[in-house]
C-alpha cells in the first residue's frame, strides 16, 4: 500500500483527493494546507509520495519540494497544480520534483502519475511538455540544444527520446513502437549513457 501525502490549500480538493486515492488502496497519512503543516506531519508520520500544490499561504510548494529534497531524499514528489507557467515548472523540477500534472488531468492521469513515480519513472503533464518546449526553443545560441545532446543517439534512440519528452511512459512507447517493454528499458539505458542524462525530466526539459 502506497502512503501519501496531500498538501493544498483547499480543503475540498484535500477530500476529495483522500477519498479518490483511498479506492485505489492507497494510505493517507495526512493532509497539509502548506508547506510548514506538510513538514510538521514528515515528523511524525513518513510516506512514499508527497502530492503538492504550488501556491498556497505560508510556505508554498516550491519551497517545500526543495526541504522535502534535502530532508526527506526517499520521498517522491508530485506536482498537481493549475499554474504551468515558465518559472513554476522550471523552479519545481529544478528544486527536484518527480513530476509536474494539472489539476485538470483527471483521476486516472493521477493515479498514473502516481504509479509510474514511484516505480522510479518521471512524468510531465502534456501541456507541460508543450510549455517547455517553447521555453527551449528560445535558448541562446550558447546554451545546449536538444539537436547537441541527440547527436550520438541512434535513429532509434531519438524516437525514444522524443516519445519521452512527450511525456510517454515505457509501456506507451512500448505500444507506439511495437517492441516490449523490456526493449523500451533497453534503449533508455543506452540514452542516459550517450547523454549523461539520467532523468526522464532533464531529458525532457532538454529537448525540442
Known amino acids: 500500500m502506497y502512503r501519501i501525502l496531500l498538501v493544498d490549500d483547499e480543503d475540498m480538493l484535500l477530500d476529495s483527493l483522500e477519498i479518490i486515492l483511498s479506492m485505489k488502496d492507497m494510505e493517507i ?30 510556505m508554498g510548494g516550491i519551497e517545500l519540494i ?4 534535502d530532508e526527506y531524499p526517499g520521498i517522491k514528489i508530485l506536482v498537481l497544480t493549475t499554474f504551468y507557467d515558465d518559472k513554476n515548472i522550471t523552479d519545481a523540477i529544478s528544486r527536484g520534483a518527480d513530476g509536474y500534472l494539472l489539476k485538470d488531468s483527471g483521476k486516472e492521469s493521477i493515479f498514473g502519475a502516481i504509479e509510474q ?11 507541460v511538455v508543450k510549455r517547455l518546449t517553447m521555453l527551449l526553443s528560445g535558448k541562446n545560441s550558447g546554451e545546449e540544444s536538444g539537436n547537441s545532446i541527440t547527436c550520438e543517439l541512434s535513429d532509434r534512440e531519438k524516437e525514444i ?24 528499458k533497453n534503449y533508455i539505458s543506452n540514452i542516459y549513457d550517450k547523454t549523461g542524462i539520467h532523468d526522464r525530466v532533464k531529458l525532457a526539459m532538454l529537448l525540442k
Open 29 to 58: 497519512t495526512g493532509k497539509a494546507h502548506d508547506g510548514n503543516e506538510a513538514l510538521e506531519i514528515l515528523k511524525e508520520k513518513t510516506c512514499d509520495l508527497a502530492l503538492v500544490d504550488l501556491n498556497m499561504q505560508g
Open 66 to 69: 526543495g526541504r522535502i529534497r
Open 117 to 127: 513515480i514511484l516505480n522510479g519513472s518521471s512524468v510531465l503533464d502534456p501541456k
Open 161 to 184: 527520446a522524443y516519445l519521452i519528452s512527450e511525456g510517454l511512459n515505457n509501456r506507451q512507447i512500448a505500444n507506439k513502437l511495437y517492441i516490449s517493454e523490456g526493449t523500451v
